[in-house]
């Protein structure tokens, strides 16, 4: 499995991370390899094998549907970057 | 004092020999003075010294839990409020965590001083500490080697004698391989026996918190500490903490140890395969058995590690996106550009790589194809073990294929890097607990025994390994220049 420049700047605007365009060639080639490594699963036959998410096959819990947290907005907001009037702001998104 | 074990400080304490204040003086200076190994991003001297004061007027009372006054660090991966929690990375080298990790609450409650936060490969993603944003970790043993990762600066820092012990999380090896490229002992639990609650995620399904400490002995009173069902833990298994002390002197007559034949394959060194037959023959004269078993899916480990462990941190890693915590760009011109360059920046080219792998394995029309197909090569491997463990008690093996290597020298090649965790990976995706313990040195680098037990067997592996640190010295042994 060979990755290309191009592929790589594609998966970088899919996980919204900024790459040097100096360095998409090297990403590339590590990648490349990477996927070399993981093509080696292919070699062993698991069609009726049933996937394995949670090494005790424990089920997510459930609890009752009432509130246990209490509001810390002003001691998250405490470390956020950017914040007016309890709101966390960015760059505008509508115009 | 600097020598002594968490067993032997406990003592101390109560015998009035030196107070907590004086051991946190004591270790401070130490860290101080070994600063060269970089093995702490902070030191929290003032809290410390505060907390020590507090530890001592608790044992003056009379009433206090065992483990008061004892100095300790946590691994830079658990959140602690008020104190800046990096996971080693430029991402969060701004970020007071606003809430204690349940493991730093269980400590705090059990009356242990936290003098700092260790030094780790960035988002625990590497086998050497080399990819943290505060520099790589030296190993005491021989400064130009690494101490291995991703726990490296907690190895380091209990190999050094600069803390009796710390706190280390495990997705993939990062407790084992550093605590024996380190000549210390490492416990990592079965999956879902420690509270994920605040350890910043790697790979959700496959990490778990562990401790590293100079013996088996001291082990057991950390685990007692750390261990326990949490509601904040989606994935903790609510099942009773046994006492992990109370069997460490049982008699390991007709134990049965079974070593896997694909452990000890061409890509083992032969020194490494001598030093591990050596540690096994002590065994033997324990009274214990030796049987063959064999893991025919082992070489599938790596491979399937690196789709689910990718796939899982860079869902997991999306969370730091510039907006409300962590390192947010200058002058964003508009919001994905706030994103893209705020993570651009942030992460280091280790974490951008398994972000990438990740992302892809995980995007349209690939799901199957790999985290499907990894999951099933999971189960895969678990059964190998599961049908091992239904011969033998206890499993045991290399933790890495050699000891230490030199710093820089695997940074090229990251493929090259990722097969050095060939012995340890398999357990994390297995979800079983394993140790590693000190089995002897090559060239004077430590070497480590791995044992491998059955799910929630930590006690037993604690006495398995207790058993063997009564006939050995090894774990008793201080690098050069921190005697």
């Known amino acids: 499995m060979s990755l290309t420049a191009d592929d790589v700047n594609k998966i970088a605007y899919l996980a919204r991370l900024g790459i040097d365009a100096e360095d998409t060639e090297s990403y590339a080639k590590d990648l490349s390899g990477m996927l070399d490594l993981v093509a080696q699963m292919s070699t062993v036959n698991t069609d009726n094998v049933a996937p394995m998410a949670h090494p005790l096959d424990q089920v997510q819990r459930l609890r009752i549907d009432q509130v246990n947290e209490e509001n810390q907005r002003k001691t998250f ?19 | 004092m600097h020598t002594k074990t968490i067993t032997q400080l406990v003592k101390g304490l109560r015998a009035g020999d030196y107070s907590s204040q004086e051991l946190t003086q004591s270790y401070l200076a130490r860290i101080k003075q070994h600063q060269a190994l970089n093995s702490f991003i902070t030191v929290t001297d003032e ?18 839990p065992l483990l008061t006054g004892i100095p300790i660090a946590h691994k830079d991966i658990f959140c602690t409020q008020g104190v800046r929690t990096s996971c080693g990375s430029k991402m969060l080298d701004n970020f007071i965590a606003p809430y204690n990790a349940t493991v730093v609450d269980k400590f705090n409650a059990a009356g242990t ?13 590497g086998s050497s500490n080399e990819t943290s944003f505060y520099g790589a970790v030296h190993n005491p043993w021989a400064n130009n080697t690494v101490p291995g990762g991703s726990s490296g600066g907690s190895a380091a820092a209990v190999a050094a004698r600069l803390i009796p012990a710390a706190t280390g999380t495990d997705t993939g090896g990062s407790i084992r391989q550093p605590a024996a490229l380190c000549g210390i002992t490492g416990l990592k639990p079965t999956y879902g026996r420690v509270s994920r609650y605040g350890m910043i995620a790697y790979a959700s399904s496959l990490d778990q918190g562990g401790p590293m400490t100079q013996t088996a002995e001291d082990a057991a009173l950390m685990l007692q500490v750390m261990a326990g069902f949490d509601t904040k833990d989606s994935t903790s298994v609510e099942r009773e903490v046994p006492d992990y002390s109370a069997g460490l002197n049982n008699s390991l007559k007709g134990l049965k140890i079974g070593l896997p034949k694909e452990f000890f394959d061409e ?26 078993v064999s893991m025919p899916n082992l070489k599938l480990a790596i491979p399937a590690y690196y789709v689910i462990a990718p796939a899982e941190c860079s869902a997991n890693l999306s969370r730091m996106d510039g907006v409300r915590f962590g390192h947010r760009c200058t002058e964003p011109a508009d919001l994905n550009d706030l994103y893209i360059r705020s993570r651009g920046e942030g992460f280091g080219t280790e974490v ?19 985290y499907i197909k990894a999951q099933k090569i999971r189960r895969l491997i678990s059964d190998d073990f599961n049908k091992a463990l239904e011969q033998v008690d206890v499993i045991m093996g290399p933790v890495s294929p050699t000891p230490a290597f030199g710093l820089g020298e695997k940074t090229s090649d990251p493929i090259e890097m990722y097969l050095a965790d060939i012995y340890t990976i398999a357990i994390n995706l297995a979800g079983l607990p394993a140790m590693s313990i000190p089995a002897g040195f090559i060239n004077e680098k430590p070497v480590g025994l791995q044992i491998i037990g059955n799910y929630f067997a930590e006690a037993k592996l604690l006495n ?11 774990h008793q042994q201080t690098p050069q220049g921190f005697e």
């Open chain 2, 352 to 370: 951008k790589r398994r972000i990438l792998v990740g992302t892809y394995a995980l995007s349209e029309g690939y799901y199957d194809a790999y």
């Open chain 2, 47 to 64: 809290q410390a010294m505060a907390a020590a004061k507090q530890a001592d007027a608790r044992l003056a009372s009379g009433n206090a």
């Open chain 2, 267 to 292: 890509g083992l060194n032969s020194d490494m395969a001598a030093a591990i037959e050596t540690a096994v023959n002590e065994y033997k004269k324990l009274g214990a058995e030796v049987v063959e």
């Open chain 1, 77 to 95: 907001q405490a470390i956020a970057p950017q914040v007016e009037a309890g709101l966390y702001l960015v760059p505008k998104v509508i115009e």
């Open chain 2, 464 to 474: 398995v390994a207790h058993q063997y640190q009564q006939v050995t010295d090894w």
């Open chain 2, 113 to 125: 001083v936290t003098l700092g936060k260790l030094n780790m490969d960035e988002f625990a993603m």
